[in-house]
């Protein structure tokens, strides 16, 4: 028992900077997901930390190395109290594993006026879809000029807004607005036959 108040005190004089840590690592999140990451990530530090002090390793606690731990867990699906399993279609391993991603829908009104929550699952589309949309998304970038072409480019290979603006000497704004541009064209130019919103 002592040793479980000891392990406890020590890892809440390293809890501040865990947080600081933890608050840089989901920086990208919406604030909800983030709050969630965050408590999720907190929580497999403290049993990471907890288990090397068992095994008296506890110099190898130090935030650095518990926060990028618990940051890979996170990512890698792995929640506290819940099992691993890529059965369940709202795990988010599965949904990585299966290609299908689950959209929560809040306040969704069914027949009898009540509110209730609801879930989609979308599921990749068939091969003839995508090949239409590569033909079209194609079509629809020979009509783009040059320099609107190399900034979908990189946007498309997952490149960051910030980088994308250095690299074509632009502020991160314009190329947010560029991008706005580029969605609202190509949603005229196919007739919003691919929006999925």
Not at 77 to 92: N, Q
Not at 112 to 129: I, N
Not at 173 to 183: A, T, V, Y
């Amino acid at each position: 028992m002592k040793r479980a108040v000891y392990a406890q005190d020590s890892f809440l004089e390293l809890l501040p900077e865990i947080e600081v840590r933890l608050h840089r690592a989901f920086r990208d999140l919406r604030p909800a997901d983030r709050e969630d990451a965050i408590c999720e990530a907190t929580a497999h530090c403290y049993l990471a930390f907890r288990r090397l002090c068992e095994r008296r390793l506890r110099p190898l606690a130090q935030p650095v190395t518990l926060v990028r731990y618990a940051v890979r867990q996170f990512h890698a699906g792995r929640r506290i109290g819940c099992r691993f399993t890529l059965c369940d279609v709202m795990s988010p391993a599965a949904q990585r594993r299966r290609r299908i991603q689950v959209r929560r829908l809040i306040d969704f009104a069914d027949d009898g006026g009540r509110r209730s929550d609801a879930a989609l699952v979308d599921h990749s589309p068939a091969v003839t879809d995508q090949v239409g949309f590569r033909c079209d998304f194609d079509a629809w970038l020979r009509t783009l000029p040059q320099r609107e072409r190399k900034i979908v480019a990189s946007l498309r290979d997952g490149e960051s807004v910030g980088t994308v603006a250095q690299r074509h000497r632009l502020s991160s704004g314009r190329i947010s607005q560029i991008r706005r541009e580029l969605h609202n064209h190509w949603s005229n130019y196919c007739g919003g036959a691919y929006d999925t919103n």
